[in-house]
């Protein structure tokens, strides 16, 4: 996407994209200051930086800056009013919803399943097949999950039975994808409504009325030593669930593997022009088959993750559209897994923020909860520059 | 690429009809279902019916049994005679149950149908639905001191607008900038799902007055002037509204539109070939537009007709359960079972409404199923009817491929170039 | 054995179609073979099962003396046999080493060697001076940078067998320039070189023999040594004419259709009618004369009000009618058969009535106000069905059941019955059979005669010759000649091909 923006630019002075940087960090700034635990009590200081913000945001869109400089904008446009707000709320409350290690921690809750899931959309997409069926393979992971965490005993051997569902689920959209060249779009959409019928009723039908049992092996948090005790890093990251550092990992690994190995070039060729691919003798449906496999594996990791990591029991439906946020994120993040883990971040703190924020105001707090879906309409509509979805994406390839 | 139409006898041109033509999934799925007939939307049915049957049959029950029961509890069973006295009762009000779940899934249904005509694959009849209900809540509940007539009237029309205005963001996506409208529905539905808990929830803006119910996160109840009048059964037990007519009269303004008017004309040319459309002097992009508004028309009237009808108020976690597997959802399995056809929805949402209302807890005779194991059995037929349709796409390419070689032996040989790219 | 490549009586079918007749095509190393012909000789299927797309019904293939069969591009590969395709086969959002290492990338362990893969292109780049950067992203290159990526890709996979599909017909001169340099540099080097093209020109600069193919079957192989533009011409045309239309002598009347300047672009942005202009009076016909890609599709689709204009005007009747779009040419009296039927001319999912009322279904005649008037739709229907003996299908059918031939009836009937000033027929008997062919061309002048104006635009030279009252070639964008419908085959031929630019500067 960075095409010769900076070429009309007013070089001169200050190269806009860092302008346009500086912005954006400016208006974080502005309310940062307002909150614990410096909470400055006046708002003119936050309000001058928020306006410098805009300045500069200003600064990058003359510049030819555009995306930048309108972040910027909307940076110390929002720090400037969220600042304002902080300083007219009482200091007690705002102590109690800006914890900083506890925010942290409840965003990485929140961000782990959208992490996962948004990596499996991320496999399954570069590879050229949508999957809006994440929904459905993380409900199965979460559900077959703690159903083999507690048949087996194991939350181990429980993971891998999610994992093993996701992946049956994906291979039945891999299967009507690629083989019966079904609409990709109808076909994820009937795995959502099969996988919610399904684990519902197996889940009725094993555990009744009185759902999952208490005692279920469950995924272990890592303590860290040195850290634990620290009292911010501590709170912060000191206990996190082991899925969590996994999720980290593989976006770092998905990433390598993508961007920095033959396999992961290949694939990206199939998402994008399969006919080249195939020329140069790749095969597309294997490649796809793969991709879509492992993409429901790791959604399904999500879910497990939901079930026996975060949560520790199941009940119907309890996904509840965390799939569609990962595929939100998948989108938000520009088919990066590096980006969608920035995208999983920050719907996580928005749900972080939302559970946090009754303590102002107990209905407008729950409006930070559509914010993933906010700010992904506003990417798809181009706003903040095009999201460009891998090329032949959607597409059922057939071959010459 | 290719899923597309076979060359015709007389030429050899592979390539040329893939490109651009019936680009979107959606009006390549469309144009496959005029060609299928009545009789793959009924094995399909069949089809997911009898894999249903296997589920209940290896969780240890009797699929025969089953099915019967779920039959009665829909209350079907009022069309036959023979069916009397307090069991006749029972029917009826069963019956009443199921027609009352008809209407929103004939309406929702319609809000797919319509999209899928113009090759657009509307996924947001949930959101369109619910803010269709909030706005019909609220206008219901409010200016208690109307003329009932007019009330109702206004309710409607505010409801049906709100919907068409919610879709209209992702038709004017599209038009404008051309993002996905599956995407843009998506969200859209989730938006309005947490709007509707921010609005309903305890000091949210819309939560109910009465002082006794202050810590219920529920909305007012519309007044009795705006409800809508019961014609069969007990407006205390949830008798059929008058909404039923209007859903009926939605489905002859959907026919009459799509079949017989300049604007359904275009509206179809667009969706089985965006390209000849243009060609002809449509506006393309106004037409994706304008086929939004008017799917979200038919969905927000559906939010609003089961608020006015029987449900009355909103509680915020009806607005959260319905964002998986909620009613609205259902418009998409009956409008592909109904293949986009105004009769073929009405068809396909009698099937569902007789499939939810008679697997109900209220329906469901518990001595044969659990009314909860048989909710799942929905959702998973509904699953199996959405994944079979899917990919019939790919039957009927192998029945036309069949026919077309078969006609292609017949023809007289054609002197044409072979040169294929 | 002296042949890099011998390609021994190859006949490939599709259906009762023969695309090749019996071929033979041989080459040898460090020599460049040209396969010369016009659209549909059967160059590039036989091209195709060389690189293994199709499996021959007949005829057998040696490389390096040893008979081989090849099932796929990747066998083809291993056999060092590289394409260049015409629409090049590279994902637009990588890098040109990405492209050209993909899938025999260089690894270091698990990962991808990126160092080593920019070194190889470097390396071969250098050897045959294709001047490319490794890094650069090939959306963001030029066509001419792109065919180079393909030419490095099929050397990094070790081709010694160069397979060229119409190679210069993205290429700007200087492109094409710099690309003979490169295929000097690769012949000296010893590889075989197979050069697909119909300009006659660039057959002669660069190729050592040349193969001409006619319809499916090979008229004859000569070295270039001592041929010229007019015998390659002669082999390429043949001289029978198959279809000769009966026609009185055209009786041209006022102007209908000028256009003025005429600059439009392709759908990449790049300039495709470069400043034509082009007047076409009432009772005439006009063929527009060229290679395929010279612009004449976006001249007609600017025409029709389907391309905007970018400079110049397009006036019918003299009303100014630049930028009035498709509905609006067609309300004042532009009518376009389309060049391809099934991806614009027509609905295949409407019925013939749907079809046949595509330009006028809002207009009085055939609907009431809002409401359609499907009688009317039908009544007309009929009526053309009969009046244009549209077989195989009534009103109620679906477009998709009729034959090619009997599709374009519908197409024509429905751009007749528009009663247009100007009739743009573009391609308007490709992919018919010979009766459906002269229904169309009796068709074409009888509408002649009747005093409307007709913009014909053709690539075949004998559909040209028979039905034009006067011949335009477009060549590059621009009209480069005009000629009388008995101008030899030869001399236009060779203006089609860029040769006879200068000679007919005049005109």
């Given amino acids: 996407m960075s095409t010769a923006v900076a070429t009309a630019a007013p070089t001169r002075a200050v190269n806009p994209r860092h302008a346009g940087w500086a912005g954006i960090v400016l208006g974080f700034v502005a309310w940062f200051i307002a909150l614990p635990p410096a909470e400055v009590r006046t708002p003119v200081p ?3 930086i928020a306006l410098l913000a805009i300045t ?25 009013a969220g600042a304002y707000a902080s300083t007219q709320s009482g200091t007690g409350h705002l102590e109690d919803v800006v914890t900083w290690s506890a925010l942290i921690a409840a965003t990485l809750r ?45 939350w181990f051997l429980g993971l891998l039975v999610g994992m093993a569902a996701g992946g049956l689920l994906a291979f039945v959209h891999a299967f009507f994808s690629i083989n019966l060249r079904a609409d990709q779009i109808v076909s994820g959409m009937a795995l959502n409504f099969l996988a919610l019928g399904v684990t519902g009723y197996i889940f009725l039908d094993h555990y009744g009325d009185q759902g999952t049992p208490d005692n279920i092996s469950r995924i272990p948090d890592i303590s860290i030593p040195g850290i634990k005790n620290l009292s911010f890093f501590g709170d912060a990251i000191g206990r996190t669930n082991t899925l969590t550092w996994v999720a980290l990992i593989l976006v770092v690994l998905l990433t390598i593997f993508l961007f920095r190995t033959p396999q992961g070039l290949r694939l990206r060729s199939v ?33 497990a993750y939901l079930s026996i990591g975060f949560i520790g029991s199941f009940n119907q439906g309890m996904t509840a559209g965390r799939g569609f946020i990962a595929l939100a994120a998948v989108i938000f993040g520009k088919w990066y897994p590096g980006g969608a883990l920035g995208a999983a971040l920050l719907f996580g703190f928005s749900t972080a923020l939302a559970q946090r924020l009754p303590a102002f105001s107990p209905s407008g707090a729950v409006l930070f909860q559509a914010l993933p879906y906010v700010l992904t309409l506003i990417a798809v509509a181009g706003v903040i520059g095009r999201s460009r979805p891998p090329a032949a994406v959607g597409q059922p390839y057939v071959k010459e | 690429m290719s899923t597309e139409l076979e060359p015709q006898p007389g030429e050899v041109e592979g390539e040329e009809i893939a490109e651009g033509y019936a680009q979107t999934p959606a009006a390549r799925l469309a144009a496959y279902f005029d060609g299928g007939g009545v009789l793959v939307p009924v094995l399909t049915a069949v089809l997911a019916f009898f894999v249903g049957g ?9 699929p025969l049994s089953t099915y019967k029961a779920i039959f009665n509890g829909s209350g079907l069973n009022w069309i036959f005679p023979w069916v009397s006295g307090s069991e006749r009762t029972t029917a009826a009000l069963n019956l009443q149950q199921t027609l009352i779940i008809t209407v929103p899934l004939i309406l929702t249904g319609l809000a797919v149908a319509f999209a899928f005509r113009c090759g657009l694959f509307n996924i947001g009849g949930l959101g369109q639905y619910l803010v269709g209900g909030y706005i019909a809540v609220w206008v219901g509940s409010s200016f208690a001191g109307m003329p009932s007539v007019l009330h109702i009237i206004f309710a409607i029309v505010a409801g049906t607008l709100g919907g068409a205005a919610w879709a209209g963001i992702a038709g004017l996506l599209k038009a404008t900038v051309g993002a996905h409208e ?28 009465d002082p006794s119910q202050q810590s219920v996160p529920i909305s007012n109840d519309i007044v009795a002037g705006a409800k809508l009048p019961v014609f069969w059964g007990d407006p205390e037990l949830q008798g059929l509204h008058i909404g039923i007519f209007i859903a009926l009269a939605a489905v002859v303004v959907f026919w009459l539109v799509l079949n017989r008017s300049t604007t359904g004309y275009e509206v179809r040319a667009v969706g089985f070939n965006p390209e000849a459309a243009r060609y002809g002097g449509i506006n393309v992009s106004w037409n994706y537009f304008l086929v939004m508004a008017v799917c979200g028309a038919f969905a927000g009237l559906a939010g609003t007709l089961d608020l006015l009808g029987w449900q009355f108020h909103i509680a915020t976690n009806d607005v959260l359960n319905s964002a998986s597997g909620g009613l609205a959802f259902f418009g998409i399995a009956v409008a592909l079972l109904g293949r986009n056809t105004a009769s073929g929805t009405v068809i396909a949402a009698l099937l569902f409404g007789a499939l939810l209302s008679g697997t109900s807890q209220r329906n469901l005779d518990p001595n044969i199923f ?39 032996r017949s023809a007289t040989a054609p002197a044409a170039k072979a040169e294929a790219s | 054995m002296e042949y890099a490549l011998e390609l021994r009586g190859i006949t490939k079918r599709f259906g ?17 073979h040209a396969l010369l012909g016009e659209n549909g000789a059967g160059k590039s299927t036989l091209m195709s099962v060389l690189y293994g797309l199709y499996t021959p019904d007949e005829g057998e293939i040696r490389v390096d003396g040893r008979p081989v069969t090849i099932n796929s591009p990747l066998e083809a590969i291993d056999l060092g046999i590289g394409m260049v395709h015409q629409h090049f086969m590279l994902v637009p959002v990588m890098t040109v080493a990405e492209n050209i290492v993909l899938a025999q990338e260089p690894t270091k362990g698990a990962l991808l060697d990126v160092d080593a893969s920019k070194a190889r292109v470097r390396e071969l780049s250098e050897r045959y001076g294709l001047a490319v950067n490794p890094d650069a992203r090939v959306e963001d290159i030029t066509v001419g940078m792109q065919q180079r990526v393909e030419i490095l890709r099929a050397l990094y996979r070790g081709a010694r067998i160069l397979v060229l599909d119409e190679p210069t017909a993205v290429l700007t001169a200087q492109e094409a320039n710099d690309l003979f340099r490169v295929l000097e540099a690769l012949k000296a080097d010893g590889t075989g070189i197979v050069f697909i093209s119909h300009k006659l020109n660039e057959v002669l600069e660069i190729a050592d023999r040349v193969t001409v193919l006619r319809r499916g079957k090979r008229i004859d192989t000569v070295p270039t040594q001592g041929a010229t533009e007019e015998s390659l011409a002669r082999l390429m045309v043949g001289r029978e004419v198959l279809l000769r239309v009966e026609k009185p002598p055209a009786q041209p009347k006022e102007a209908v259709l000028e256009v003025t300047d005429l600059e439009v672009s392709d759908d990449r942005g790049l300039p495709a009618v470069r400043g034509a202009s082009l007047t076409i009076r009432a009772g005439e016909i006009v063929a527009l004369a060229g290679v395929d890609g010279n612009g004449q599709s976006e001249l007609v689709e600017a025409v029709t009000g389907l391309r905007p204009v970018q400079t110049g005007t397009i006036r019918v009747g003299g009303t100014d009618l630049t930028d009035s779009g498709a509905r609006g040419m067609v309300r004042h009296g532009v009518s376009h058969i389309a060049e391809d039927r099934h991806r614009r001319g027509l609905v295949l999912n409407f019925t013939l009535a749907e079809n046949l009322a595509l330009r006028e279904y809002n207009t009085p005649k055939l609907s009431n106000g809002w409401l359609l008037s499907l009688k009317r739709m039908r009544d007309r229907a009929r009526g053309l069905i009969r009046e244009y003996d549209v077989r195989g299908g009534g009103p109620s059918s679906l477009a998709l059941s009729l034959s090619g031939g009997n599709q374009q009836k519908v197409v024509i009937a429905r751009e007749i019955a528009c009663n247009p000033r100007v009739l743009v027929a573009a391609q308007p008997t490709r992919g018919l059979d010979v009766g459906a062919i002269e229904f169309v061309h009796r068709r074409l002048v009888s509408e002649r005669d009747a005093g409307r104006g007709i913009l014909l635009m053709s690539l075949e030279f004998e559909e040209v010759r028979s039905l034009a009252d006067r011949i335009l070639v477009i060549y590059e964008g621009e009209i480069v000649g005009e000629f009388p419908p008995d101008v030899s085959e030869e001399e236009l031929g060779i203006a089609m091909t860029g040769g006879g630019r200068q000679r007919e500067a005049a005109a």
């Fill in chain 1, 56 to 80: 500069a945001g200003a600064w990058a869109i003359y510049g030819g800056e555009k995306r930048f400089g309108g972040w910027a904008i909307a940076a110390g446009i929002i720090g400037g």
């Fill in chain 2, 370 to 408: 659990e009314p909860e194991l048989a909710g799942n059995l929905t959702f998973i037929i509904q699953g199996l009817v959405v994944l079979i349709v899917s990919a019939d796409v790919i039957v009927l390419t192998m029945l036309r491929r069949g026919r077309s070689m078969f006609k292609r």
């Fill in chain 1, 271 to 303: 998402g994008e022009h399969p006919r080249a691919a195939e020329t140069v003798g790749i095969s597309v449906p294997r490649t796809r088959y793969l991709a879509v496999i492992s993409s429901g594996v790791l959604a399904a990791m999500g879910g």
């Fill in chain 3, 16 to 32: 009762p179609i023969v695309a090749n007749d019996a071929v033979d095509f041989d080459l040898k190393p460090g020599e460049v």
């Fill in chain 1, 110 to 154: 929140y961000a782990t399943p959208l992490v996962f899931g948004a990596l499996g959309g991320i496999m399954s997409e570069r590879s050229g097949v949508v999957n809006v069926g994440l929904e459905g393979m993380m409900l199965m992971g979460a559900f077959f999950g703690i159903f083999g965490a507690d048949l087996l005993d194991s």
């Fill in chain 2, 182 to 209: 599956v995407i843009s529905t998506i969200m859209l539905n989730w938006i309005a799902v947490w709007l509707g808990a921010y609005l309903f929830a305890l000091n949210g803006p819309l939560q109910n007055t």
């Fill in chain 1, 46 to 48: 936050s309000i001058l």
């Fill in chain 2, 54 to 62: 296997l589920v209940i049959l290896i969780t240890g029950h009797n």
